[in-house]
T-cell receptor, first 113, second 113 residues
Framework: GAVVSQHPSWVICKSGTSVKIECRSLDFQATTMFWYRQFPKQSLMLMATSNEGSKATYEQGVEKDKFLINHASLTLSTLTVTSAHPEDSSFYIC?????????FGQGTRLTVV | QKEVEQDPGPLSVPEGAIVSLNCTYSNSAFQYFMWYRQYSRKGPELLMYTYSSGNKEDGRFTAQVDKSSKYISLFIRDSQPSDSATYLCAMTLYGGATNKLIFGTGTLLAVQP
């Protein structure tokens, strides 16, 4: 299957700083990528849909100014958590679909201290 | 009512058992159905996808879709300890790459050696 690479796999940052997470489709072009958040023992919560060359579409309740998404090319989308706080600590996962199938990155464990 | 319902488990079975995992859904317009396996602290990996009703088999895994009952299943034959993971069902209205998936909450499976 297709490969989606996410980096970093884990990051620890201080409260108030910003963190950028990258998501790359390695062997296919993805005009659309999806960003999810997952709390322990819970399912994936869709945060936003990232569209190449245009603004991201955010789900209800997700602060677009806090979670900045940039999809500058057909193979790269980035999620920046701005002014991170401890409550932003979570597992963030990106996904891209190739035809019918959705492939996921390895996830990024963010811990804000 | 959630769009997709899935028993969170945990489900514990002995090695070699047949495992049945299930999801129900409320939106009869869903057409594409997927099963993902997620190991702890990793991104989900696609196991199987099916379109509309019917069965699909891949090795020890069989996916079933019953659209009339709005019910999907994943069967695992001859379960192995390496099958221990969280299993997520997902579905979408259309097959296009821009359409988001709706996930169940996931079922935690433990296969005891």
């Amino acid at each position: 299957g297709a490969v989606v690479s996410q980096h970093p796999s884990w990051v620890i940052c201080k409260s108030g700083t910003s963190v950028k997470i990258e998501c790359r489709s390695l062997d296919f072009q993805a005009t659309t990528m999806f960003w999810y958040r997952q709390f322990p023992k819970q399912s994936l919560m869709l945060m936003a849909t990232s569209n190449e060359g245009s603004k991201a579409t955010y789900e209800q309740g997700v602060e677009k100014d806090k979670f900045l998404i940039n999809h500058a090319s057909l193979t790269l989308s980035t999620l920046t958590v701005t002014s991170a706080h401890p409550e932003d600590s979570s597992f963030y996962i990106c996904s891209a679909r190739e035809k019918l199938e959705a492939f996921f990155g390895q996830g990024t464990r963010l811990t804000v201290v | 009512q959630k769009e997709v319902e899935q028993d969170p488990g945990p489900l514990s079975v002995p090695e070699g058992a047949i495992v049945s995992l299930n999801c129900t859904y409320s939106n009869s317009a869903f057409q594409y159905f997927m099963w993902y396996r997620q190991y702890s602290r990793k991104g989900p990996e696609l196991l199987m996808y099916t379109y509309s009703s019917g069965n699909k088999e891949d090795g020890r895994f069989t996916a079933q879709v019953d659209k009339s009952s709005k019910y999907i299943s994943l069967f695992i034959r001859d379960s192995q300890p390496s099958d221990s993971a969280t299993y997520l069902c997902a579905m979408t209205l259309y097959g296009g790459a821009t359409n988001k998936l709706i996930f169940g909450t996931g079922t935690l499976l433990a296969v005891q050696p």
